[in-house]
């Protein structure tokens, strides 16, 4: 038996062609922009790469990483969740409250990802079943999550202290926080779960073309409703490392966190119109828009400028899916 391998001119004109196709620069533009970003910021200031720096700029990621990864489930299917920052918010009020009135860590945590899961649950009825467009109703949870979050807490932060939450923050293994491997094991487990079982492709398979996906046997309501509710689960999750972070529950809504989490799935790849993306990609996405603050913040760029960079970067990632096919 005699086996045949490509010549090397042949390899390389696969790799060439390869290199021209839009999908790969739309899959590894996430990627590429962090390589990119490390190095100029390296170059330009040497203190970008050191430890400290870096555990900053993990530690950063961590919530945003969190909060991708459930806008990517939404996304995948053609949607798009307006209220996961107001969510967040909303659960780490509940979560506040619960610490303070003395209900113990466990059950506050268990409080808080409940509070995130009804306004997910609340979003995928209202869309899947109630019919209304998505924009609608994530746009008025955006306004009743941030209501509720404002009427409990009377306007003001709840202090949170809890040794076991201060620990988790500003603990880790050398370089890597707590934190950043806790958004890094649920990156993982969706990874798996988009990619290793059904619900996964019947996820990707409403994304792609609802009326096909029916066609085939899948329940399409119930899997939008999932998605959401698997947003606002790990909105819940995030909240929980975002008081463990600050030390308080703020009731006033970070909409950086929404635009950044919508920003992030676009950088890694995850089409707009559905039914194609990964998780990689969306987790890449944060890493990049964090480096791209901490970088700005490291040069004395002022903070006004960081809001403009973040928009030319996820336009021109934007671009790149016009020519994807």
């Not at 869309?127 to 404002?150: E, N, Q, W, Y």
């Not at 009731?251 to 799935?265: E, G, I, K, M, Q």
């Not at 903070?303 to 790149?320: D, E």
Request: net charge positive; aromatic share 8%; glycine share 12%.
């Amino acid at each position: 038996m005699t086996t045949t391998t490509a010549p090397p001119a042949t390899r390389g004109s696969a790799l060439a062609d390869h290199l021209r196709q839009p999908s790969f620069w739309v899959e590894w533009a996430s990627v590429i922009g962090l390589v990119v970003l490390v190095a100029i910021f390296t170059a330009l200031d040497p203190r970008f790469l050191s430890s400290g720096n870096i555990k900053a700029m993990l530690l950063a990621s961590a919530i945003l990483t969190i909060l991708a990864v459930g806008q990517s489930f939404v996304i995948l299917t053609a949607g798009i969740d307006l209220s996961i920052a107001s969510t967040m918010t909303f659960a780490a009020v509940t979560f506040g409250m619960a610490m303070t009135s003395g209900k113990g860590l466990a059950l506050s945590c268990l409080i808080a990802v409940a509070a995130g899961a009804a306004v997910g649950l609340v979003n995928g009825f209202l869309i899947a079943k109630g019919g209304i467009t998505d924009f609608i109703v994530t746009l008025g949870a955006l306004s009743a999550a941030s209501g509720l979050a404002l009427i409990l807490s009377d306007g003001r932060p709840i202090t949170v202290i809890s040794a076991p939450l201060f620990k988790l923050s500003a603990g880790g293994f050398g370089m890597i926080p707590y934190t950043f491997l806790i958004a890094v094991a649920v990156a993982v487990l969706a990874h798996l779960v988009l990619f290793s079982t059904p619900f996964g492709t019947h996820v990707l398979a409403t994304g792609g073309s609802v009326d096909a996906a029916q066609a085939t046997g899948v329940r399409t309501a119930r899997i939008k409703m999932a998605v959401y509710l698997i947003a606002g689960v790990l909105a819940g999750l995030a909240a929980i490392l975002l008081v463990a972070r600050v030390g308080s529950a703020e009731p006033a809504a970070n909409t950086t966190f929404l635009l950044n989490s919508v920003a992030a799935v676009v950088l890694g790849g995850v089409s707009l119109f559905g039914g194609k993306g990964s998780i990689k990609g969306p987790v890449f996405g944060a890493l990049l828009l964090t480096a791209l603050a901490n970088g700005l913040t490291l040069l004395g760029v002022s903070q006004f400028y960081q809001p403009l960079a973040v928009g030319i970067v996820v336009v021109g990632a934007a671009f790149l899916t016009r020519f994807e096919k």
